[in-house]
């Protein structure tokens, strides 16, 4: 087992990485930016090292300074969190040669899953279902239409580069195809330094499904279940639940072993999460995989009982799965992503904590590196805790989250949690019909309400002064 571990993050995933460590008998080694010297996870670790001023593209992003403090600490693995170098090969390629264990998957998979065409490729050939589509990147726009006559309109540009949505375009005929593939692929040679598309046929209103994977060094794949993802906006995911409220057990062994053999075809490595796209009619296809442990992956722990962090890090150490394939789920969890953000314009707020009260009692998790007095930096994304439910079923785990969100009291900025109370008591959230166009929809009721109260508020004022 590993000595002792430099996590290369910070905020509430740094922290995670610390616990887990801490219960294995694991030294750590903390790094941050100037900006982060009051964080939690420079408090907790037994080590700290300053790497350099706040953008990130200076202190968390930089290769060399990460390898330095590893080098004068004593490390001897680094787990990378999510976002930042999570997915960078050239970064678990280099600590490889520095002789550092990299905590996740073989830096030729990192570069192989990085590559969206090539996934699809990937998965196509293991037998796994995805859209129909282009099997290679495509030259020209005369290429695309082509492609696009043969699958039938709508279809999506998609940038192998990227992941995520960055750099996504809808085509809805012919007609558009030659001005959509310009804009796309200069947007993805901007974004990526790349300008790579592929196509596929468009689904209009799916459910994102994603399969969290582990793989070991000894040959052995599991999958632990679903999170159902399909609460987003901006492809930024606002609230995870497991299992997902759309599968049947027959099609979750389905998909789980499309996830597996995926990972298997690949020798997958350490933790792993296969999206999917499901449509109404129970038909699911591949999208991306990420190869990295994901924002979400409490709902899966407080399902299946497993602590993935923990798991992560024995994997990495040479150890073996002894988790059964497909392990049941018990119960049902809810995340809500409670970020410094104003609840109805989603622009930052960052500021002083200058009340912090998380939430306890039964089923009730809260992963933050939040406290009372602490100053929510600018220059990082807005999570400022993760507040994680379970609870015997659904509409259990819902009056759970709803009781959870009520207490949770945080006061000097603004944050998320108005908006989840709201959607705990959403007719559509409750009764669990849900698609990636689900927060359209939900915002559309909002504003119906709030014209509803104004015209009722106007009548009653009107009978007052009359
Ligand atoms: C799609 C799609 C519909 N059809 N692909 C968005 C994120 C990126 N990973 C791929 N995405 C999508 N790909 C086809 N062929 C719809 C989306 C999509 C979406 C997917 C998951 C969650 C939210 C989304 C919001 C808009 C579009």
Same mark, same amino acid.
């Given at each position: ?45 037994? #080590? ?205 062994? #389905? ?155 945080? #006061? ?55």
């Amino acid at each position: 087992m590993f000595k002792k571990i430099l996590i290369a993050n910070r905020g509430e995933i740094a922290l995670r990485v610390i616990q887990a460590c801490r219960e294995l008998g694991i030294a750590t080694v903390a790094v941050h930016s100037t900006a982060d010297r009051d964080s939690l996870h420079v408090t907790y670790a037994d #080590e700290d090292v300053c790497i350099g001023p706040p953008p990130a593209a200076e202190s968390y992003l930089k290769v060399a300074s990460l390898i330095a403090a590893a080098e004068i600490t004593g490390a001897d693995a680094v787990h990378p969190g999510y976002g930042f170098l999570a997915e960078n090969a050239a970064f678990a390629e280099v600590l490889g040669e520095c002789h550092l264990a990299w905590i996740g998957p073989r830096p030729e998979t990192i570069r192989l899953m990085g590559d969206k065409a090539q996934a699809r490729r990937t998965a196509a050939a293991a037998g796994v279902p995805v859209l129909p589509g282009s099997e290679r990147p495509l030259t020209d726009a005369a290429e695309a239409g082509r492609m696009a006559a043969e699958v039938g309109y709508p279809v999506i540009l998609k940038a192998a580069a990227g992941g995520g949505g960055r750099g996504m375009r809808v085509v809805g005929g012919a007609a558009e195809m030659a001005r959509q593939f310009g804009t796309a692929r200069e947007e993805a040679d901007k974004a990526f330094g790349d300008g790579s598309l592929y196509l596929e046929k468009f689904l209009p209103e799916p459910r994102h499904i994603e399969f969290q994977v582990f793989g070991d060094s000894h040959g052995n794949v599991i999958h632990l279940g679903e999170r159902e993802c399909s609460i987003q906006r901006r492809h930024q995911k606002l609230l995870e639940e497991a299992p997902s409220p759309a599968l049947t057990p027959e099609l979750r062994a #389905e998909m789980g072993e499309a996830a597996v053999a995926l990972a298997r075809a690949v020798g997958y490595e350490n933790a792993g999460t296969m999206e999917f796209l499901l449509d109404r009619d129970g038909r699911f296809y591949f999208m991306e995989m990420n190869t990295r442990i994901q924002v979400e992956h409490p709902v899966t722990e407080m399902v299946t009982g497993v602590d993935l962090v923990r798991l992560q890090i024995e994997i990495a150490a040479g150890g073996r799965i002894e988790i059964p394939n497909g392990l049941p789920a018990r119960g049902h969890a809810i995340e809500c992503r409670i970020n410094a953000e104003d609840p109805e314009r989603f622009v930052p707020s960052p500021g002083r904590l200058v009340t912090f009260h998380p939430p306890g009692g039964p089923g009730t998790r809260v992963d933050t590196h939040g406290y009372e007095d602490y100053v929510i930096p600018p220059h990082y994304d807005s999570l400022v805790a993760k507040l994680i439910v379970h609870d015997r079923g659904r509409p259990e785990a819902i009056a759970r989250m709803a009781r959870a969100l009520d207490f949770f009291v945080i #006061e000097g900025i603004q944050t998320t949690i108005p908006l989840h109370r709201r959607i705990m008591r959403d007719p559509e959230f409750v009764a669990g019909r849900l698609s990636t166009r689900f927060m359209e929809g939900f915002l559309a009721r909002q504003r119906e309400h709030v014209v509803a109260a104004d015209a009722a508020g106007r009548a009653a004022a009107g009978r007052a002064g009359g």
